[in-house]
């Protein structure tokens, strides 16, 4: 099972950590190894910031009750004083390191010695908070079977409404040296927590149970809700600050974690320790999990086109490649048909070569698709055919070895494909004119391939289609990942989004090519299709609406409807299909199979969208 706080190294490697981000104040007095002579309490060490007033210094004799024990990952138990102060800034619970398995109990009464630190899940590097910890410990078990302190509810009235506080700008935005403020901000509300025994109510699933061991849940079950029973990430402002990850204490060999979908109910009381890992920020981890209540959340299946109308739709299949079991290809084969009602056009992201991951040089994905294509016509489905450009080993990004690209489908009995002098890997395609309309050079084409944008990221596959002798021009795009970007429970408030600056150049790339296309007909039927890895109301979006050129398509659909992805908790937007001024009335719809369920396909949701051109 994947660690909560994985640690490479030990307690040395904590301290490089605290001292590579700051953390360490006070190293000199730390060296000198004083103890007060006064009794050191959990309060103490916590303090009111979210950095101990001793991190980095010994502690002895500190009592508590032992409230979690954790024998997996990172080893070590939670105690927590039964006697709290009168600042609700400061937590009265506190992480014990081990590194090896406990030798505690729930229940029992100790008192440890040892040094104090702040341990970074993910690094210094992660922008994550850090947990306050004691490492090294010694531990004496004072009696045993005692009562637990009592858990602090977390519900839709103690979680504030406001996020964070804005980061310190001396400090590079960090709100590590800003006094807490729990009935003010969300963040610090879970912080004056930290390490302390709380508890959960009866809350709605809003992120599906994972392959770790995990669910996301919404104490505030009105916030920002989704139609389906998530809850929407519609903002940079609008983070949803009653989502938490729900994890269990017992080993999943031990006791298997409880499958759930987005909109079930996590009912009775969940309680334990709450934690903060480098996977989702503030976790409670569960001594006791609630009853998972099933909801009844069903795959949604599209409206087919009509004859006149064309249907055009964009799907992540997530690394698809022959090595993948053939259930995969068949799943996936009856969304395309059933849920989708075989689309005249569909965008692929994420096909991989004929050796999926093997880093061999093979590059072609002939034996991908026909697998694929074979599969969806024993669903049922048309005889699609395809068209792509094969990329450069290795120079696309995604998983090495696996030359992921985006591909078109397209069923001939509806839509025809205009071949023109198709381009390679490195050939731009670029616009001309054929009877006073605009054109593709190469089709199929990547636009603007030299590009520094594009290094080490899917190139756009353009394409020029017939239908019912109208040309339409797609555009499959695959913009670089978020892979680098801080959590919203970052220490810096806001987090950067680093990855942004590159889907910000894509962006503006394809906008570019847009306009050439609009520049020569302006009643050119332009889509632009595919997983943008960035949201409708994103600067990426903006780049690509640039002008009046795209309009992002999802927007037309009402709040509770826009998503195509589930992250912590948060349905969001990573996949769209945006479209040129000539295209006014259309029908588009985000069809729900993959993102709101544990069993998923890929982790996307296919897109689609009908209009007569």
């Given at each position: 099972m994947?660690?909560?706080?994985p640690r490479?190294?030990a307690?040395?490697?904590l301290v490089?950590t605290?001292?590579?981000?700051g953390l360490?104040?006070?190293?000199?007095?730390?060296?000198?190894?004083?103890v007060?002579?006064?009794?050191?309490?959990?309060?103490d060490?916590?303090?009111?910031?979210r950095?101990?007033p001793?991190?980095?210094?010994?502690v002895?004799?500190v009592?508590?009750?032992?409230?979690?024990?954790r024998?997996?990952?990172?080893?070590?138990?939670?105690?927590?004083?039964?006697d709290?102060?009168?600042?609700?800034?400061t937590?009265?619970?506190v992480?014990?390191?081990?590194?090896?398995v406990?030798?505690?109990?729930?229940?029992?009464?100790?008192?440890?010695?040892?040094?104090?630190?702040e341990?970074?899940p993910?690094g210094?590097?992660?922008?994550?908070?850090?947990v306050?910890?004691?490492?090294?410990?010694?531990?004496?078990?004072?009696?045993s079977?005692n009562?637990l302190?009592?858990a602090?509810?977390?519900?839709?009235y103690?979680?504030?409404?406001?996020?964070?506080p804005a980061?310190?700008p001396?400090?590079?935005?960090?709100?590590?040296?800003?006094t807490?403020?729990?009935?003010?901000?969300?963040?610090?509300?879970?912080?004056s927590?930290?390490?302390?025994?709380?508890?959960?109510?009866?809350s709605?699933?809003?992120?599906?149970?994972d392959?770790y061991?995990?669910?996301w849940?919404?104490?505030?079950?009105w916030?920002?809700a989704?139609k389906?029973?998530g809850t929407?990430y519609?903002?940079y402002?609008s983070?949803?600050?009653?989502?938490l990850?729900?994890?269990?204490?017992a080993?999943?060999?031990?006791?298997?974690?409880?499958?759930?979908?987005?909109?079930?109910?996590?009912?009775?009381?969940?309680?334990g320790?709450?934690?903060?890992?480098?996977f989702?920020?503030?976790?409670?981890?569960?001594r006791?999990?609630?009853?998972?209540?099933a909801?009844?959340?069903?795959?949604e299946?599209?409206?087919?086109?009509?004859?006149?109308e064309l249907?055009?739709?964009?799907?992540?299949v997530?690394?698809?490649?022959?090595?993948?079991?053939?259930?995969?290809?068949d799943?996936?084969?009856?969304?395309?048909?059933?849920?989708?009602?075989s689309p005249?056009?569909?965008?692929?992201e994420e096909?991989?070569?004929?050796n999926?991951a093997?880093n061999?040089?093979?590059v072609?994905?002939?034996?991908?698709l026909?697998?694929?294509t074979?599969?969806?016509?024993?669903?049922?489905?048309?005889?699609?055919?395809?068209?792509?450009?094969t990329?450069?080993?290795?120079?696309d990004?995604?998983?090495?070895?696996?030359?992921?690209?985006?591909?078109?489908?397209?069923n001939?009995?509806?839509?025809?494909?205009?071949?023109?002098?198709?381009?390679?890997?490195?050939?731009?395609?670029?616009?001309?004119?054929?009877?006073?309309?605009?054109a593709?050079t190469?089709?199929?084409?990547?636009?603007?391939?030299?590009?520094?944008?594009?290094g080490?990221s899917?190139?756009?596959l353009?394409?020029?289609?017939?239908f019912r002798?109208?040309?339409?021009?797609?555009?499959?795009?695959?913009?670089?990942s978020?892979?680098g970007?801080?959590?919203?429970?970052?220490h810096?408030?806001?987090?950067a989004?680093k990855s942004?600056?590159?889907?910000?150049?894509?962006?503006?790339?394809?906008?570019g090519?847009?306009k050439?296309?609009?520049?020569?007909?302006?009643?050119?039927?332009?889509?632009?299709v595919?997983d943008i890895?960035?949201?409708e109301?994103?600067?990426?979006?903006?780049a690509l609406?640039?002008?009046g050129?795209?309009y992002?398509?999802i927007?037309?659909?009402?709040?509770?409807e826009?998503?195509?992805?589930?992250?912590?908790?948060?349905?969001?937007?990573?996949d769209?299909?945006?479209?040129?001024?000539?295209?006014?009335?259309?029908a588009?719809d985000?069809?729900?199979?993959?993102?709101e369920?544990?069993?998923?396909?890929?982790?996307h949701?296919?897109?689609?969208l009908?209009?007569?051109p």
């Amino acid at each position: 099972m994947r660690s909560s706080h994985p640690r490479s190294a030990a307690v040395a490697a904590l301290v490089a950590t605290a001292l590579a981000t700051g953390l360490l104040a006070g190293t000199a007095d730390a060296a000198e190894g004083a103890v007060s002579a006064d009794p050191i309490r959990i309060h103490d060490i916590q303090g009111t910031t979210r950095i101990s007033p001793l991190n980095g210094k010994p502690v002895a004799d500190v009592h508590g009750i032992v409230t979690g024990v954790r024998t997996y990952g990172s080893r070590g138990f939670w105690i927590q004083d039964p006697d709290a102060d009168d600042n609700p800034a400061t937590s009265e619970g506190v992480f014990v390191f081990t590194g090896s398995v406990p030798t505690v109990a729930v229940g029992d009464a100790v008192k440890v010695s040892g040094t104090v630190g702040e341990y970074v899940p993910g690094g210094a590097n992660s922008g994550n908070q850090s947990v306050t910890q004691i490492a090294k410990p010694t531990v004496t078990v004072l009696s045993s079977g005692n009562a637990l302190p009592e858990a602090t509810a977390v519900n839709e009235y103690s979680v504030p409404a406001e996020y964070a506080p804005a980061g310190d700008p001396a400090a590079g935005g960090s709100v590590n040296g800003l006094t807490l403020e729990p009935s003010r901000y969300a963040l610090d509300f879970y912080e004056s927590l930290e390490g302390m025994n709380v508890r959960i109510g009866t809350s709605r699933v809003v992120g599906a149970t994972d392959a770790y061991g995990e669910l996301w849940v919404t104490v505030k079950g009105w916030e920002n809700a989704a139609k389906r029973g998530g809850t929407v990430y519609g903002s940079y402002e609008s983070q949803n600050t009653g989502r938490l990850q729900i994890q269990q204490l017992a080993p999943l060999a031990q006791q298997p974690f409880p499958v759930a979908n987005v909109g079930d109910k996590l009912t009775g009381t969940t309680e334990g320790p709450l934690d903060f890992n480098q996977f989702g920020g503030y976790t409670l981890v569960a001594r006791a999990l609630g009853t998972v209540k099933a909801g009844t959340l069903a795959p949604e299946k599209t409206k087919a086109q009509s004859p006149g109308e064309l249907a055009v739709a964009t799907y992540n299949v997530e690394n698809l490649d022959p090595t993948d079991p053939q259930e995969k290809f068949d799943n996936l084969a009856k969304a395309v048909v059933t849920n989708l009602a075989s689309p005249d056009i569909v965008a692929l992201e994420e096909i991989q070569d004929d050796n999926g991951a093997k880093n061999d040089g093979t590059v072609s994905a002939e034996q991908t698709l026909t697998k694929f294509t074979d599969a969806i016509k024993a669903a049922g489905g048309p005889a699609y055919q395809w068209r792509s450009v094969t990329p450069e080993n290795n120079k696309d990004g995604g998983e090495p070895g696996g030359n992921i690209r985006q591909v078109f489908l397209f069923n001939p009995e509806r839509v025809s494909f205009t071949d023109r002098a198709a381009g390679d890997a490195v050939t731009a395609t670029g616009v001309t004119t054929e009877r006073g309309k605009a054109a593709l050079t190469h089709s199929p084409g990547r636009i603007d391939p030299a590009n520094p944008a594009w290094g080490d990221s899917r190139k756009p596959l353009a394409g020029e289609f017939l239908f019912r002798g109208r040309t339409v021009f797609v555009i499959a795009n695959h913009f670089a990942s978020k892979g680098g970007d801080e959590g919203l429970t970052s220490h810096h408030q806001p987090p950067a989004r680093k990855s942004e600056e590159k889907r910000l150049l894509q962006a503006q790339a394809v906008n570019g090519f847009v306009k050439q296309l609009l520049a020569v007909d302006k009643n050119a039927a332009v889509l632009a299709v595919g997983d943008i890895n960035d949201f409708e109301f994103s600067g990426t979006a903006k780049a690509l609406e640039d002008g009046g050129a795209l309009y992002s398509a999802i927007k037309s659909l009402p709040k509770a409807e826009r998503y195509s992805y589930v992250y912590q908790g948060n349905a969001q937007v990573l996949d769209q299909i945006l479209t040129s001024p000539s295209i006014k009335n259309f029908a588009y719809d985000s069809v729900h199979i993959n993102a709101e369920f544990s069993a998923q396909n890929s982790d996307h949701d296919p897109q689609v969208l009908r209009f007569r051109p």
